[in-house]
């Protein structure tokens, strides 16, 4: 039970809705705000440049500094944001304005408490695109300490808050990084400016399709990886719990430490993977072993690399579900480096992906934290 006494949430803040048409001079100056530019949990916005410039044609709601933007329309995705500046923004998310003796931030971290998101799911309208009904959600009871205990609490949770803005900035610039690094060591792979040897990708690694059938005994003990669990361009796994339990029903193949899955499914999603682990894989996953002289992680980012895709696309088959010709591919002309160039930046990827992991690790640690914080908070009044 919490220790502060309760209010509706409307009484805490009023929906602010004051609508501006796409002919209004002001809309060409503002900066947009879409619900995709919100990010879940965290409330910070991540734009590109063509989302900022006043193109948007629909109606959209004004806001500045004082506001919290709440997503309204899928509501588990937990969108709540409370931005530096004024703009306008799309009318799917509701501008909500503190009432006197209400802090900002206090708000803002209330609407993304997990009992806020569970009260407002169990009442969502619309199946394929469930949206929050606000007005159940401003009948909803809420704890509200004094203003001065209201800012301390927001000032804890703001300094959790901080590292996943520092973790996501930090994300954002290892991602450039990489691809960087590989251009500065070796080069252009298609036009090879620092000429390294040029050979056939298929002399540099091997294709390794061993299959295992799905009533091997195996088959129900190694973790399977399908293309949908390999990240786009980075080539991280991410798993949920069915998808590791070895209860796919097709032939695999088998992979371990030392191959790298290609995903000859739709090409151009770029998904390369080098796990860290021995398992099986979708058919759909090609295990490319890598042959003498060649390093996993070189192979696995010259495979990543812009060029080779559009290489690939060139001839891919199929137009609904297009895959990649592995004999194409496996005969495209790629450069050599000698194998301590590889390994050195082999090296550096490494350490700088085991700085990124632990960034993340700890950005998660941070999240759960501000989670706990809230309700430990509100419930105790610490």
């Known amino acids: 039970m919490s220790a502060y006494p309760l209010s509706k949430l409307g009484e805490l803040c009023e929906m602010d809705r004051q609508g501006l048409r796409p002919d209004d001079p002001l809309t060409a100056q503002l900066p947009f705000v879409g619900v995709e530019n919100v990010g879940s949990n965290t409330g910070i916005l991540d734009f590109d440049t063509d989302l900022r410039i006043g193109s948007q044609k629909s109606t959209a709601f004004r806001f500045d500094e004082r506001h919290v933007l709440y997503a309204k329309i899928r509501p588990y995705l937990n969108k709540v944001a409370t931005p530096g500046f004024a703009g306008r923004c799309s009318t799917e998310l509701v501008p909500l304005l503190p009432r006197d003796g209400v802090d900002r931030d206090f708000l803002a971290y209330l609407l993304r408490h997990t009992e806020t998101v569970e009260f407002a799911m169990s009442s969502v309208m619309g199946a394929r695109m469930p949206r929050t009904d606000m007005q159940v959600l401003?009948?909803?009871?809420v704890p509200l300490p004094p203003l001065n205990e209201q800012r301390r609490i927001a000032s804890i949770l703001n300094?959790?808050?901080r590292?996943?803005?520092?973790?996501?900035?930090?994300?954002?610039r290892f991602?450039?990084?990489?691809?960087?690094?590989?251009?500065?060591?070796?080069?252009?792979?298609?036009?090879?400016?620092l000429g390294w040897p040029v050979i056939q990708l298929g002399e540099l690694c091997e294709m390794d399709r061993r299959g295992l059938q799905p009533d091997?005994?195996?088959?129900?003990?190694l973790p399977f990886v399908g293309v949908e669990n390999v990240v786009s361009g980075t080539g991280s796994l991410d798993f949920d719990t069915d998808s590791r339990v070895g209860n796919q029903r097709s032939t695999s193949f088998r992979f371990d430490e030392?191959?790298?899955?290609?995903?000859k499914?739709?090409?151009?999603?770029?998904?390369?993977?080098?796990?860290?682990?021995?398992?099986?894989?979708?058919?759909?996953?090609?295990?490319?072993?890598?042959?003498?002289?060649?390093?996993?992680?070189f192979l696995a980012h010259l495979l990543r690399r812009e060029e080779i895709v559009a290489f690939v696309m060139k001839s891919v088959t199929g137009a609904r579900m297009p895959r990649t010709d592995m004999k194409v591919l496996m005969s495209m002309p790629v450069p050599l480096p000698p194998p301590d160039q590889q390994r050195c930046f082999a090296d550096i990827v490494r350490r700088a992906t085991s700085i990124a992991d632990n960034a993340k690790s700890a950005s998660?640690?941070?999240?759960?934290?501000?989670?706990?914080?809230?309700?430990?908070?509100l419930r105790n009044g610490m």
């Open 216 to 221: 091997d005994p195996e088959a129900a003990r």
């Open 265 to 297: 499914l739709r090409p151009y999603l770029n998904k390369v993977a080098t796990p860290g682990f021995a398992g099986r894989c979708s058919p759909e996953l090609v295990p490319l072993l890598p042959r003498e002289g060649a390093d996993r992680d």
């Open 163 to 172: 590292i996943e803005s520092l973790r996501t900035q930090s994300a954002n």
């Open 175 to 193: 991602r450039e990084f990489i691809p960087a690094l590989f251009i500065k060591m070796f080069g252009d792979p298609v036009e090879n400016p």
């Open 364 to 377: 998660e640690s941070a999240l759960a934290l501000t989670a706990s914080l809230m309700a430990r908070l």
């Open 258 to 263: 030392r191959h790298v899955l290609y995903a």
């Open 138 to 141: 401003m009948s909803m009871p």
């Open 159 to 161: 300094r959790a808050a």
